[in-house]
């Protein structure tokens, strides 16, 4: 099994910056990915950005393009999602996951582990 946790969300102005982090414990080493995605009030989940823990490897998607950033830290293992220039559209609970599959995949059933979220709220 493997645990996520996010951390990092908050109230922010449109225009500004969150870093958020999602802490990974148990049998890491088992997952090839990890994931963000996120899911506004009254619409589907949709994926943001994914990144390998082995080579670092990325894949976004293209609304974000240009103002979101994965990375990852191996060592605690940790993966991080800075988001710029916020926009109110971009509020929802964002969630990481981890995947087992060999491969960068955008669908989230391709992900076996899910965090619990965390809330981005932007306000305009």
């Known amino acids: 099994q493997v645990q996520l946790a996010e951390s990092g969300g908050g109230l922010v102005q449109a225009g500004g910056s969150l870093s958020l982090s999602c802490a990974a414990s148990?049998?890491?080493?088992?997952?090839?990915?990890l994931g963000w995605f996120r899911q506004a009030p009254g619409k589907e989940r949709e994926f943001v950005a994914a990144?390998?823990?082995?080579?670092?490897?990325?894949r976004y998607a293209d609304s974000v393009k240009g103002r979101f950033s994965i990375s990852r830290d191996n060592a605690k293992p940790t993966a991080f999602l800075q988001i710029n220039s916020l926009k109110p559209e971009d509020t929802a609970v964002y969630y990481c996951a981890a995947g087992t599959r060999l491969y960068l995949s955008s669908r989230g059933t391709d992900y076996d582990y899910w965090g619990q979220g965390t809330q981005v709220t932007v306000s305009s």
């Open positions: 990144i390998t823990w082995s080579g670092g490897s990325t």
């Open positions: 148990g049998r890491t080493y088992s997952t090839f990915a």
